[in-house]
T-cell receptor, first 118, second 118 residues
């Protein structure tokens, strides 16, 4: 496996279910990200982890719970979601987070998980 | 406030035509980075280019070229001799050193959907 992988690729869940999205990066990066991509809205950053510590949480509802057990894995735990949470959830990684030492690092994205909440 | 505007929602061209995708950004920072990403139907965002705010030199990579103009806060992307495989959604993004430790988060435009017809 190379790059950034995400599982599952497609997920349909009811509003009372609990599920988890998984992301794995094989690039030796130190930073990982969760994004939400809804129809007709820009990509929204949800969470940022740097060296397994959460750095950024852009006011995401508590029904989304991230977990970063190590620098290669990132999870997004979902519970009691709403239909408006249906979207493509993208994971990304970068060598370092953002503008570290004046050097920015491009983010590499996974293929995403298409989530439908019924 | 930081913002990225891609005014063209959808563009349709015939193969071999040249096409320019517009990107206008807003930022208070003097140090920032601009990016273009391509999102094919498979969903995975593919990194195309990164440009820092101190380098206004235009760049060419094969059929792709980028025109960065700080005077107009624009970072436009041109594809020459377009091909069907260029069909995708293209995102322009901005990364800046923010406040309160929020560094380098990518701020995306809404994307431009390019359709290249044979």
């Amino acid at each position: 496996e190379t790059g950034v992988t995400q599982t599952p690729r497609h997920l349909v869940m009811g509003m009372t279910n609990k599920k988890s999205l998984k992301c794995e990066q094989h690039l030796g990066h130190n930073a990982m990200y969760w994004y939400k991509q809804s129809a007709k809205k820009p990509l929204e950053l949800m969470f940022v982890y740097s060296l397994e510590e959460r750095v950024e949480n852009n006011s995401v509802p508590s029904r989304f719970s991230p977990e970063c057990p190590n620098s290669s894995h990132l999870f997004l735990h979902l519970h009691t979601l709403q239909p408006e949470d249906s979207a493509l959830y993208l994971c990304a990684s970068s060598q370092e987070m953002g503008l570290a030492g004046g050097q920015d690092y491009e983010q590499y994205f996974g293929p995403g998980t298409r989530l439908t909440v019924t | 406030a930081q913002k990225v505007t891609q005014a063209q929602t959808e563009i349709s061209v015939v193969e071999k035509e040249d096409v320019t995708l517009d990107c206008v950004y807003e930022t208070r920072d003097t140090t920032y980075y601009l990016f273009w990403y391509k999102q094919p139907p498979s969903g995975e965002l593919v990194f195309l280019i990164r440009r820092n705010s101190f380098d206004e030199q235009n760049e060419i990579s094969g059929r792709y070229s980028w025109n960065f103009q700080k005077s107009t806060s624009s970072f436009n992307f041109t594809i020459t001799a377009s091909q069907v495989v260029d069909s995708a959604v293209y995102f322009c993004a901005l990364s800046e050193a923010g406040y309160g430790g929020s560094q380098g988060n990518l701020i995306f435009g809404k994307g431009t959907k390019l359709s290249v017809k044979p």
